[in-house]
Nanobody, 128 residues
Framework: QVQLVESGGGLVQAGGSLRLSCAAS????????MGWFRQAPGKEREFVAA????????NYAGSVKGRFTISRDNAKNTVYLQMASLKPEDTAVYYC?????????????????????WGQGTQVTVSS
């Protein structure tokens, strides 16, 4: 069983930055593919970013490419999402997810069904 706990959300003005963290339990964190997804009120959950188990490959949604950076520290069992140049449309609950299958761990999949474990989410609100 893998437990994921997100932190770092909050209220920020447009153009500002935030860094989200996701701490994972489990001795095999370094083998998991990790992803960030978000869900805004009244909208479906959408992919934000993903990273392979080694951190050598990343994948981003077009709407955040160039503004967000995903990274991981396997020694700390933690994955990060650095968010810059935030926009009001980035307002959402952000979820961390872990995938143990090959597509998540080796290809940084953008598909939510590739990730078996999910955190409880952290709210990010960007004011205009």
């Amino acid at each position: 069983q893998v437990q994921l706990v997100e932190s770092g959300g909050g209220l920020v003005q447009a153009g500002g930055s935030l860094r989200l963290s996701c701490a994972a339990s489990g001795r095999t964190f370094s083998t998991y593919g990790m992803g960030w997804f978000r869900q805004a009120p009244g909208k479906e959950r959408e992919f934000v970013a993903a990273i392979t188990w080694t951190g050598s490959s990343t994948n981003y949604a077009g709407s955040v490419k160039g503004r967000f950076t995903i990274s991981r520290d396997n020694a700390k069992n933690t994955v990060y999402l650095q968010m810059a140049s935030l926009k009001p449309e980035d307002t959402a609950v952000y979820y961390c997810a872990a995938g143990t299958g090959s597509r998540a761990s080796l290809t940084a999949s953008s598909q939510a069904y590739e990730y078996e474990y999910w955190g409880q989410g952290t709210q990010v609100t960007v004011s205009s």
